[in-house]
């Protein structure tokens, strides 16, 4: 029933693009990414796995996005685009969970409204010397093996997200409605909350950002579990070198009593290096510090990634990358945002394809 919705939807959204690409611009676009990757520690026992795996550098997708011209430098904008499973040809979640938005923009700036990646998302990506790789960056969030992430939330339903921009300064505000109902909700409920602001020139940026999400009250207590992250970065970039710091504080005040706030700060550095035009080496060094935990049981991981980029066109991309990550306390940890491992060590080795279209 899934394959055949989804089916009849991509040839709903095809049609849509023909008979509307003369009349306004339309665009069909992806990002193919696939490779093999072999991790230790990845099974109970601290047995190795192999994969053939979808998004080593970035995660799989396509979409379709366009605008109509309104007059008077006003524009109608949408995009719609959805995550692959290039391993297995599934559909990543939701089908339309990465974009699902429509709004208008002129000189003033963009106003979206719909499923989309949030503020804070958008600018904190720039500053992370992995662009996000699940292969391997935890500048979105950490560890799987973790108790927490300790991340941002990427992406809202429900959103309101006004984006501008004035020369090399961004900024911009997320709004995700709770949108919960009964009696004794709020309009606090379930709402979540990005802003944030940057400078990006080619050669120097710097960016802050704010975020916060909010549970449902809780009756007992009368309150509702408040996560925060903060985040702080900048780049600086001369000749064939770029250089990168950022770092990101989390707290989650739990709304239930007697439960612990979750506390955890994350920081990372990393430097890219172009010894010709179309490779690139970048290295990388992510560090998670575990607050409010009971004494040994703060594993503390650090995470090392080295890797190795070669444009074999413009739209073309080979790759291969190395990590390893280590804890303290004998506690388990692992490289990847979405799989568990099982030592208090982890090393990986994704080799990898990726295409643009």
């Known amino acids: 029933m899934k394959r055949t919705s ?11 693009y023909t008979s509307a690409h003369a009349q306004s611009n339309v665009q069909v676009y992806g990002l193919l990414d696939m490779g093999v990757d072999i991790s230790n520690n990845a099974q109970a026992g601290g ?13 799989s997708r396509w979409g379709i996005k366009g605008s109509e011209d309104l007059g008077g ?13 290039m391993d297995t040809g599934a559909q990543d979640g939701n089908l339309f969970k990465r974009q699902a938005n429509v709004g208008l923009e002129g000189n003033w700036g963009r ?11 958008d600018t904190v990506i720039r500053f992370d010397p992995m662009g996000f790789a699940p292969y391997y960056s935890w500048a979105t969030g950490g560890s799987a093996t973790l108790p927490s992430k300790y991340g941002m939330t990427t992406g809202f339903d429900n959103l309101i997200k006004y984006s501008g921009k004035t020369g090399d300064w961004n900024y911009g505000f997320s ?3 709770g949108e919960q109902q009964g009696a004794g909700a709020s309009s606090a409920d379930s709402a979540k909350y990005a802003g944030a602001v940057s400078y990006q020139s080619e050669s120097l940026g710097a960016m802050f950002t704010a975020e916060r999400i909010n549970g449902n009250n809780v009756v007992a207590t009368g309150n509702r579990d408040e996560t925060t992250a ?5 780049y600086y970039a001369t000749g064939d070198f770029k250089f990168w710091l950022g770092g990101r504080t989390y707290k989650l005040v739990a709304g239930k009593a007697a439960t612990a706030d979750v506390k955890g700060n994350t920081l990372w550095a990393g430097v890219a290096y172009k010894p010709q035009p179309n490779v ?8 998670i510090d575990q607050r409010n935990l009971a004494a040994g049981k703060d594993a503390d991981p650090t995470m090392y990634v080295l890797r190795y980029r070669y444009a074999a066109s413009k739209r073309t991309d080979l790759y291969a990358t190395v990590g390893y990550t280590k804890g303290k306390h004998d506690q388990l940890v692992g490289l990847s945002r979405d799989d568990a491992a099982f030592g208090d060590s982890q090393h990986g080795v994704m080799v990898g394809i990726q295409h643009r279209f």
Request: proline share 0%.
């Open 47 to 59: 047995g190795s796995v192999t994969h053939v795996s979808s998004g080593g550098m970035n995660t």
């Open 6 to 16: 989804m089916a009849a939807a991509v040839a709903m959204m095809f049609a849509a």
């Open 111 to 121: 106003v979206i409204l719909g499923r989309s990646f949030t503020s804070v998302y």
């Open 280 to 287: 690139t080496i970048t290295g990388a060094v992510y560090h």
């Open 73 to 85: 430098g006003l524009k109608a904008v949408f995009q719609l685009e959805s995550g692959i499973l």
């Open 175 to 177: 709004y995700g409605m």
């Open 230 to 234: 903060y985040h702080l970065g900048g």
